[in-house]
């Protein structure tokens, strides 16, 4: 299944006043986050520990919520959700919904039944398993959750122009290997060799 889509863009606190209180604040954080959290780490572990990373993610924000100013919590927690998954050593990925995504936004125009949709998805996901890890990352965070340029810059920890770069390039090297890769998978079964993902 689809993770839900992003739930919010902001950081913005609930009537009530509840901003006042530590736990009226995570309430709200949790609330406006803890959907696109999850989906985040979803994509990265799978559903089995998914929920395990939405619990240390919110705990770390509850442990540092004196030092977390407002405005700043969306990148904040994504940048713990990456870090955490990254200590957990996990390889696995759940890609259904950009290769949904990507398939939608390219070639749309000339896919007129459902042999040529399974055909063009098939062909997004051959071309995702040939890139790194690292143009995976990029292009899913640019795709997936809505983030800004900036709030993706900072929750993958690196300055907004690298974040440019390295996702000017890893689109450059999807647009190559999809344009290399067979349309057909009967034409050529073999797996694509992986590439060295942006440095």
């Given at each position: 299944?689809?993770?839900?889509?992003?739930?919010?863009?902001?950081?913005?606190?609930?009537?009530?006043?509840?901003?006042?209180?530590?736990?009226?604040?995570?309430?709200?954080?949790?609330?406006?986050?803890?959907?696109?959290?999850?989906?985040?780490?979803?994509?990265?572990?799978?559903?089995?520990?998914?929920?395990?990373?939405?619990?240390?993610?919110?705990?770390?924000?509850?442990?540092?919520?004196?030092?977390?100013?407002?405005?700043?919590?969306?990148?904040?927690?994504?940048?713990?959700?990456?870090?955490?998954?990254?200590?957990?050593?996990?390889?696995?990925?759940?890609?259904?919904?950009?290769?949904?995504?990507?398939?939608?936004?390219?070639?749309?125009?000339?896919?007129?039944?459902?042999?040529?949709?399974?055909?063009?998805?098939?062909?997004?996901?051959?071309?995702?398993?040939?890139?790194?890890?690292?143009?995976?990352?990029?292009?899913?965070?640019?795709?997936?959750?809505?983030?800004?340029?900036?709030?993706?810059?900072?929750?993958?920890?690196?300055?907004?122009?690298?974040?440019?770069?390295?996702?000017?390039?890893?689109?450059?090297?999807?647009?190559?290997?999809?344009?290399?890769?067979?349309?057909?998978?009967?034409a050529d079964t073999r797996p694509m060799p992986v590439r060295e993902g942006a440095r």
């Open positions: 299944m689809s993770p839900p889509p992003p739930t919010s863009t902001g950081d913005e606190p609930s009537c009530g006043g509840a901003m006042h209180s530590p736990s009226g604040r995570m309430t709200d954080l949790f609330r406006a986050h803890a959907d696109d959290i999850h989906a985040y780490a979803r994509w990265r572990v799978g559903d089995g520990e998914a929920g395990d990373v939405v619990g240390e993610v919110f705990l770390a924000a509850w442990r540092s919520l004196d030092s977390l100013r407002p405005g700043e919590e969306r990148p904040w927690l994504f940048g713990t959700a990456r870090r955490i998954v990254l200590a957990r050593r996990r390889q696995s990925l759940a890609r259904s919904a950009l290769t949904s995504r990507l398939t939608a936004t390219r070639d749309s125009a000339v896919v007129d039944g459902m042999a040529e949709q399974v055909v063009l998805t098939d062909r997004v996901r051959r071309v995702l398993d040939s890139l790194s890890e690292a143009d995976r990352e990029l292009l899913i965070t640019a795709s997936w959750f809505d983030l800004s340029p900036a709030e993706a810059a900072k929750a993958l920890g690196v300055s907004r122009p690298t974040y440019a770069v390295r996702l000017h390039r890893a689109r450059s090297r999807f647009r190559a290997a999809f344009h290399r890769l067979p349309a057909d998978r009967r």
